[in-house]
C-alpha cells in the first residue's frame, strides 16, 4: 500500500509540475514606468489667421497589467498621467491594450481608450488672460488609439508609443518601465 500511495504522489507531482509551471507563464504582468514626449494639438493655424503655440513637451508616469491570451497574445489595461510644459498643462486616460509578444519578449500593440487633456489657454494664444483664466473651462477629451511596442531589458522595458486623440492630435511618446 505505501508502494501504490509513493507511487500515486510520483505522478501527481509528475502532472502538476507542468501545470503549475504553465499556470506561473500564465501569470499577469504588471508593470509601471516613465514617459515622455510631445504631444501636437494639431491646431490649423492658416483657418484661424492667428499663429498658435500648440504643441507641448510631456512627461509622466504609465501603470498596467498585461494578462496572457494564448501561447503569445496579451490584452491589458493602462493608465497614465502627464505634466505639460506649454501648450498642455496635464493630461490623463485610460486605454486597454491589445498584441503579441515575439520570442526575443518584445511586445507590439494597439490600443484604444480615453484621454482627457488640461490646455493652457494662455500659452496656446499668447496673451495673458489675468483673473479670467481661472473661469475658462479648458480641459477636453475624447478617445485615444495608438500603436506601441515594448522591448525587454531584464525585469525593465523600453517603450514607444504613437498616439492620436480624436484623429485630431498625435503624441509620441518614449519610457522606460519595471515589470513586477
Known amino acids: 500500500m505505501k508502494k501504490f500511495s509513493l507511487l500515486v504522489a510520483v505522478a501527481a ?8 509551471a504553465s499556470a506561473q507563464e500564465a501569470a499577469a504582468e504588471t508593470y509601471v514606468g516613465i514617459s515622455a514626449g510631445i504631444h501636437d494639438l494639431g491646431v490649423d493655424e492658416d483657418d484661424l489667421g492667428v499663429e498658435l503655440e500648440d504643441s507641448s513637451p510631456i512627461i509622466g508616469v504609465v501603470a498596467g497589467v498585461d494578462f496572457p491570451l494564448g501561447q503569445s497574445t496579451f490584452a ?9 510644459t506649454d501648450a498642455i498643462d496635464s493630461e490623463y486616460g485610460a486605454s486597454v491594450r491589445v498584441g503579441f509578444q515575439a520570442n526575443g519578449g518584445a511586445k507590439y500593440y494597439v490600443r484604444g ?3 482627457w487633456v488640461d ?6 494664444a499668447g496673451i495673458d488672460l489675468g483673473p479670467l483664466a481661472d473661469d475658462i473651462d479648458d480641459t477636453d477629451g475624447d478617445y485615444l488609439v495608438g500603436v506601441g511596442a515594448d522591448f525587454p ?9 504613437l498616439d492620436t486623440i480624436s484623429f485630431d492630435t498625435i503624441r509620441g511618446t518614449v519610457g522606460y518601465v519595471l515589470k513586477f
Open 119 to 124: 490646455l493652457d489657454v494662455e500659452e496656446i
Open 76 to 84: 491589458g489595461v493602462e493608465g497614465n498621467y502627464h505634466f505639460g
Open 113 to 115: 481608450g480615453y484621454q
Open 153 to 161: 531589458i531584464g525585469n525593465s522595458a523600453f517603450r514607444v508609443n
Open 13 to 20: 507531482g509528475a502532472v502538476a509540475l507542468p501545470t503549475a
